[in-house]
């Protein structure tokens, strides 16, 4: 199927706008809105796989709920062990320089301890990661192999209640953490751990947060250096750069809508070849449910300026998502539309840089073959979820991709380029579909599919033929 990307961006946004008007009426008897839950201001986000990992992991137990008697009291010890075992069936990859069929077996295992309370305002969590690759037609790389790892260690200093009380009750505390992070913010995209990708995103410097995800305003401020992930080696900083970032979230009407303005800054050092860049990145990003109708959103956008070198960057980038959620029907399906789009680069020999820094986000669910990123894209996707038993759920959709320019990389193979322009800008769309099944309250079970049919810059620049993937996923928490 070939669709006109300018007629979509023109039109996608006033139709889903008539859409709500006009469905919303018509839904609201049917649908109950989601209620703040007792004791906070948070509310998730109904968009498509936007809910961030919580902190500490979510397969971190308090040791006082182990069910152990000798250890009811511990409530100041969080610990967690978690093992991920996942095969995967790649034929073509377009990632790949060479084309074949690879059947990597993907291991991660993940342990954390955290002390907290007990030696307030002191606090401390350390996370170990272990991720290894077998059974590849092609060279190990750190996408899949980091062995022996720390991805969260941090020194904490935490004051409970310094900044008063929300409307609730809540406590409004200060924390300051220092060491090496492994955190996500907003809707994962520009700052994610990559929950998905075998190796963690990781960071080494400053995390501090006035407020808690509880509470009706909340502010983050990061001084950070991402880390370089080296397969045998312990991680180090990336040389002389540097990200820095402030983070609001405004949750007083959280049934309605959530604010995020943000601001984030990286900063490049010129070095051993390397240009020196600045960019500057403010943004806000919006969510909520529309009432009683049961439409949902998500959207957001960011404006992007500074130098990379002698050229001046003018970049933006924005997405936006409306859901609809048929409440009373016992399987909860979820119909959503979404619209993704990140400059990129219009003339490389002009003084103008205009390629979306992407920073350090997820790559799934932009391609669950993990070819897109959020940079140079135009991508709109139709989804449908359910879940048709309480331990089952299922999600499956469908995407098309083109370049926003034509005549700058597709970094999802090997930075590909065609300056000229004359391969045209439709990449190809992709089919997907994955089943998650609870085998019991510690086990889970993931299988998926995703067929990618490549288009014409593909097709000219790459290799011809589409492309298959296929995977199996077991997942363990061990308390």
């Given at each position: 199927?070939?669709?006109?990307?300018?007629?979509?961006?023109?039109?996608?946004v006033?139709?889903?706008?008539?859409?709500?008007?006009?469905?919303?009426?018509?839904?609201?008897?049917?649908?109950?809105?989601?209620?703040?839950?007792?004791?906070?201001?948070?509310?998730?986000?109904?968009?498509?796989?936007?809910?961030?990992?919580?902190?500490?992991?979510?397969?971190?137990?308090?040791?006082?709920?182990?069910?152990?008697?000798?250890?009811?009291?511990?409530?100041?010890?969080?610990?967690?062990?978690?093992?991920?075992?996942?095969?995967?069936?790649?034929?073509?990859?377009?990632?790949?320089a060479?084309?074949?069929?690879?059947?990597?077996?993907?291991?991660?295992?993940?342990?954390?301890?955290?002390?907290?309370?007990?030696?307030?305002?002191?606090?401390?969590?350390a996370?170990?990661q272990?991720?290894?690759?077998?059974?590849?037609?092609?060279?190990?790389?750190?996408?899949?192999?980091n062995?022996?790892?720390?991805?969260?260690?941090?020194?904490?200093?935490?004051?409970?209640?310094?900044?008063?009380?929300?409307?609730?009750?809540?406590?409004?505390?200060?924390?300051?953490?220092?060491?090496?992070h492994?955190?996500?913010?907003?809707?994962?995209r520009?700052?994610?751990?990559?929950?998905?990708?075998?190796?963690?995103?990781?960071?080494?410097?400053?995390?501090?947060?006035?407020?808690?995800?509880?509470?009706?305003?909340q502010?983050d401020?990061?001084?950070?250096?991402?880390?370089?992930?080296s397969q045998?080696?312990?991680?180090?900083?990336?040389?002389q750069?540097?990200?820095?970032?402030?983070?609001?979230?405004?949750?007083?009407?959280?049934?309605?809508?959530?604010?995020?303005?943000y601001?984030?800054?990286?900063?490049?050092?010129?070095?051993?070849?390397?240009a020196?860049?600045?960019?500057?990145?403010?943004?806000?990003?919006?969510?909520?449910?529309?009432?009683?109708?049961?439409?949902?959103?998500d959207?957001?956008?960011?404006?992007?300026?500074?130098?990379?070198?002698?050229?001046?960057?003018?970049?933006?980038?924005?997405?936006?998502?409306?859901?609809?959620?048929?409440?009373?029907?016992?399987?909860?399906?979820r119909?959503s539309?979404?619209?993704?789009?990140?400059?990129?680069?219009?003339?490389?020999?002009?003084?103008?840089?205009?390629?979306?820094?992407?920073?350090?986000?997820?790559g799934?669910?932009?391609?669950?073959?993990?070819?897109?990123?959020?940079?140079?894209?135009?991508?709109?996707?139709?989804?449908?979820?359910?879940?048709?038993?309480?331990?089952?759920?299922?999600?499956?959709?469908?995407?098309?991709?083109?370049?926003?320019?034509?005549?700058?990389r597709?970094?999802?193979?090997?930075n590909?380029?065609?300056?000229?322009?004359?391969?045209?800008?439709?990449?190809?769309?992709?089919?997907?579909?994955?089943?998650?099944?609870?085998?019991?309250?510690?086990?889970?079970?993931?299988?998926?599919?995703?067929?990618?049919?490549?288009?014409?810059?593909?097709?000219?620049?790459?290799?011809?033929?589409?492309?298959?993937?296929?995977?199996?996923?077991?997942?363990h928490?061990?308390?």
């Open positions: 199927m070939h669709l006109n990307a300018k007629h979509l961006r023109k039109r996608s006033p139709f889903l706008a008539t859409l709500l008007l006009i469905a919303a009426p018509a839904f609201a008897e049917d649908y109950e809105a989601p209620k703040l839950s007792r004791g906070t201001f948070y509310q998730n986000p109904l968009s498509y796989s936007t809910t961030r990992d919580p902190d500490p992991p979510k397969y971190v137990r308090n040791v006082s709920e182990l069910g152990i008697d000798s250890l009811l009291n511990v409530n100041w010890l969080d610990v967690g062990l978690d093992y991920r075992f996942r095969y995967e069936y790649r034929d073509d990859d377009i990632r790949r060479q084309a074949g069929l690879d059947e990597p077996w993907l291991h991660r295992t993940r342990a954390y301890i955290g002390i907290k309370e007990i030696a307030d305002p002191f606090r401390f969590a996370e170990l272990d991720s290894r690759r077998y059974n590849s037609n092609y060279p190990r790389d750190n996408r899949d192999v062995e022996f790892e720390f991805i969260r260690l941090y020194g904490e200093l935490y004051f409970k209640d310094l900044l008063g009380h929300d409307a609730i009750g809540n406590p409004r505390p200060l924390s300051i953490r220092y060491g090496i492994n955190f996500e913010f907003l809707d994962r520009l700052l994610g751990n990559n929950q998905w990708r075998n190796t963690a995103n990781t960071f080494q410097g400053i995390h501090a947060s006035l407020g808690q995800e509880s509470n009706d305003w502010i401020l990061l001084a950070v250096q991402p880390l370089y992930r045998y080696r312990w991680d180090r900083p990336v040389e750069q540097w990200l820095y970032g402030v983070i609001g979230h405004w949750r007083k009407w959280p049934e309605i809508v959530t604010l995020e303005p601001y984030l800054a990286l900063s490049q050092s010129a070095h051993a070849g390397v020196e860049r600045f960019v500057h990145s403010p943004g806000i990003r919006a969510y909520g449910i529309v009432g009683s109708t049961g439409f949902d959103y959207t957001s956008f960011t404006y992007q300026f500074g130098r990379n070198g002698s050229r001046s960057i003018r970049a933006f980038a924005y997405v936006g998502e409306i859901g609809y959620t048929w409440a009373t029907n016992p399987w909860k399906p119909f539309l979404f619209y993704g789009h990140a400059s990129g680069d219009r003339d490389p020999n002009d003084a103008k840089d205009n390629r979306f820094e992407r920073l350090f986000g997820f799934r669910p932009w391609s669950a073959n993990d070819y897109i990123v959020y940079e140079n894209i135009s991508t709109p996707k139709a989804r449908v979820e359910f879940k048709p038993r309480h331990d089952l759920r299922v999600d499956f959709g469908y995407s098309w991709y083109w370049l926003a320019s034509d005549k700058d597709f970094a999802g193979a090997n590909v380029r065609d300056v000229t322009g004359r391969s045209g800008g439709y990449l190809g769309s992709e089919f997907d579909i994955r089943a998650r099944y609870a085998w019991s309250p510690k086990t889970e079970i993931i299988v998926g599919y995703a067929h990618f049919t490549n288009g014409g810059f593909i097709e000219n620049n790459v290799r011809r033929g589409d492309t298959d993937f296929a995977y199996f996923e077991f997942n928490r061990f308390f």
